[in-house]
């Protein structure tokens, strides 16, 4: 069933990940995963909760080191990078979190440019004007600069987060589930406005997602997760009716697929 | 039958039962018993206390505290001899307990927040050797830790012959620690003087600063500002103060060292002890307070490139003290109270001078209700600075 997705994609890969393996004790969160992305494609990963989703976004970000297999973004072997190098991959890459995990010590636009105040790339008063810049992009006032993260709601933190995510205009955007607990019309909102901004800026778009409508309607990959494999993957535009049903069946665990906890404590095939 | 009567209301009249069964006036009447108790009590202990002494022929009243102490006290913060009175001989105490208790309360803050973070450390040898100190030192009782300080300094230094010089003019001891300090003179008082002026110019800086970055965006340099304005007051009250550049270096005359400024084996003893002790205390409430902060945010600092160093000072730490404060207050809270300890060792702190007086007037209620609101003083300012800081670092949840 799995397929690269380079096979069926025209363009040299921009994001080529090969065998990619991190185990955490004796699980292993994501099993020896190929992913080869074009730049500016969209992709979008789908899959039952625990299948490793989070955890291959983390080591592609750098926030885990991988256990095996490489990682290439435009060339460079990043999972061999060395600290001092670190700053430079991470500036190539932004992520939302699922929590958005916002500094709530700080104001929002020190937030937003945490690490150009940080690393010492901007100035205070030149990186509150950017961040005042990327609030616009976001939909957000120039006046919500000075407060801090917690004085928003759910769906103003979650602009917040993408603000803090593209503050580099990063070749990647990688986006964790980046509608959950927002209402449908929010999500929308939030979907296209992603969509604009990395269209504009013609960057690279992984999001993880448990919406196969809506992976299907706005990305051109999609990879299916499952144990931490690679379950299936390809272009969006092939998948008809029938598969779509399978690939749905599996995501909602219903699928007679070899599905079980991954803690193996239960066997009863349903997912926490 | 009479409920009926009793839902319009216009036949029956309240009886004394209807009274007591109502919430509204139980609640009054429980709070009037209980306060009469207490004022019964309180009564009579006050009363028996004051016949008996009557019986023994003791005089009760403060009157005592402007007689002549005549006895001597190891250090002063403030002039004093054995002619002043008890009054300064007390106040001299509580000076001694407020230096050791506010120093203290610094250094465990600093030493306990360094546990704290290294218990957490991702070095295997930094780890196990904060747990080893937090667990040592917070499960010996303090007051044998402070015998323990107090018995090691005199025998860990050399006598006063043979000093150790760590550095010039620090002179180490069997009798304490000798420092060199610049000879009293006017220009000094005038210094201190033109710091607490400069903190206040300071003050009133920074809230112009902060309306004009409020109205324009226009960055202020404040920390610069701030230094300039400092250290120019300072400096200028000194060369107003006429420049005075003598010093007092301890060296030895006799038997004993004479100048310099002595800091007593008491002192160190009591310091050490109740700094060592709240720290392991300190440095697990600061742990948890790490802890308490959801691992996110390390990932998300750690997404965004910067080092763990710098994640932990600007994300986690200014989280985990909103959690911290309160146990913290709880600790400084304890070390203020831990530093009557002091006793034990011949510090000069307020008890111990409590004490002297005791034994000399007879006036012991007196003195222990001096030294008791004291306590509840000092104790009550500290948790207020702690509110007030506690309110200030709050989370604001919408």
């Known amino acids: ?3 690269p997705i ?11 990940v090969n ?5 955490f004790g004796q699980m292993v969160a994501v099993d020896a ?10 992709l979008a990963i789908i899959g039952p909760s625990a299948a490793g989703k989070s955890v291959l976004m983390k080591c592609l970000v750098g926030i885990y080191g991988a256990d095996g297999g490489s990682i290439y973004l435009d060339g460079d072997d990043v999972s061999q990078t060395s600290a001092s190098m670190r700053p430079e991959w991470a500036s190539r890459i932004g992520m939302l979190f699922q929590q958005n995990a916002l500094f709530d010590s700080l104001k929002v636009w020190e937030n937003i440019c945490f690490r150009q105040i940080e690393l010492g790339t901007m100035n205070r008063s030149d990186a509150k004007e950017h961040a005042i810049h990327l609030l616009g992009l976001v939909g957000l006032a120039t006046e919500s600069a000075d407060l801090t993260p917690n004085d928003f709601s759910g769906g ?4 917040v987060g993408i603000a803090r995510a593209i503050s580099t205009n990063p070749d990647i955007l990688l986006l964790d589930n980046p509608t959950a607990g927002l209402d449908p019309v929010l999500s929308t909102h939030i979907e296209l406005m992603i969509a604009k901004i990395a269209q504009q800026q013609g960057t690279t778009v992984i999001s993880i997602t448990n919406d196969m409508h809506i992976a299907r309607t706005r990305y051109q990959n999609l990879m299916m997760m499952h144990e931490g494999k690679v379950y299936w993957s390809g272009k969006t535009s092939e998948i008809d009716d ?3 049903e399978h690939l749905t069946q599996m995501l909602n665990g219903s699928s007679k697929g070899p599905i079980t906890m991954r803690t193996g404590k239960r066997e009863d095939g349903v997912f926490a | 039958m009479s409920k009926p009567q009793h839902a319009h209301g216009d036949v029956r009249s309240k009886s004394f039962v209807d009274y007591l069964n109502d919430e509204n006036v139980r609640a009054v009447l429980y709070q009037v018993i209980a306060i009469g108790l207490i004022i019964l009590a309180g009564w009579y202990l006050v009363s028996n206390t004051l016949n008996n002494l009557e019986k023994q022929n003791i005089s009760t009243g403060y009157g005592f505290l402007d007689l002549e102490a005549s006895f001597e006290i190891g250090e002063s913060m403030i002039d004093y001899s054995a002619k002043s009175d008890y009054a300064t001989a007390l106040l001299v105490g509580l000076l001694n307990t407020v230096k050791v208790s506010v120093l203290g309360i610094i250094l465990c803050t600093l030493i306990g927040t360094i546990f704290g973070v290294a218990r957490l450390s991702s070095n295997w040898i930094v780890r196990k050797l904060a747990t080893a100190y937090v667990e040592t030192f917070r499960n010996i009782p303090v007051l044998l830790q402070l015998f323990f300080w107090y018995a090691l300094i005199p025998s860990a230094f050399p006598h006063p012959r043979d000093a150790l010089e760590p550095l010039p003019g620090v002179l180490l001891t069997s009798r304490g620690m000798y420092l060199p300090v610049p000879v009293a003179d006017n220009a000094y008082t005038l210094m201190g003087i033109a710091a607490i002026i400069a903190l206040v110019v300071i003050l009133f800086v920074k809230s112009w ?19 300039g304005i400092f250290v120019g007051f300072v400096f200028l009250a000194y060369l107003i103060g006429g420049a005075p550049t003598e010093m007092s270096i301890p060296a030895l005359k006799g038997f004993n060292i004479r100048g310099g400024y002595n800091i007593s084996p008491e002192f160190l003893a009591v310091l050490i002890g109740l700094t060592v002790y709240t720290s392991t205390y300190v440095a697990e409430v600061v742990r948890s307070g790490i802890q308490a902060v959801p691992n996110g945010q390390w990932e998300a600092a750690d997404s965004l490139g910067v080092r763990r160093s710098v994640a932990l000072r600007k994300v986690i730490l200014p989280q985990s003290m909103r959690v911290a404060i309160p146990p913290l207050t709880n600790q400084y809270l304890n070390l203020t109270k831990n530093s009557s300890l002091a006793v034990a060792v011949g510090y000069p702190d307020l008890v111990s001078v409590s004490n002297t007086t005791m034994n000399q007037t007879g006036q012991a209620i007196e003195a222990i209700s001096i030294f008791m609101s004291i306590y509840l003083g000092l104790s009550l300012l500290t948790s207020l600075f702690m509110n007030w800081f506690n309110k200030k670092m709050a989370l604001v949840e919408r």
């Open chain 1, 33 to 42: 995963v190929d992913l080869h992305l074009a730049k500016g494609e969209t």
């Open chain 1, 6 to 16: 380079s096979a069926t994609s025209a363009q040299p890969a921009f994001i080529a």
């Open chain 2, 209 to 227: 600063a902060k309306k004009r970055q409020d109205a324009t965006g226009q960055p202020f340099p404040m920390f610069l500002a701030g230094l």
């Open chain 1, 19 to 23: 065998k990619l393996t991190k185990r």
């Open chain 1, 156 to 159: 103003m933190q979650k602009r």
């Open chain 1, 242 to 244: 029938a598969h779509n």
């Open chain 1, 1 to 3: 069933m799995t397929q």
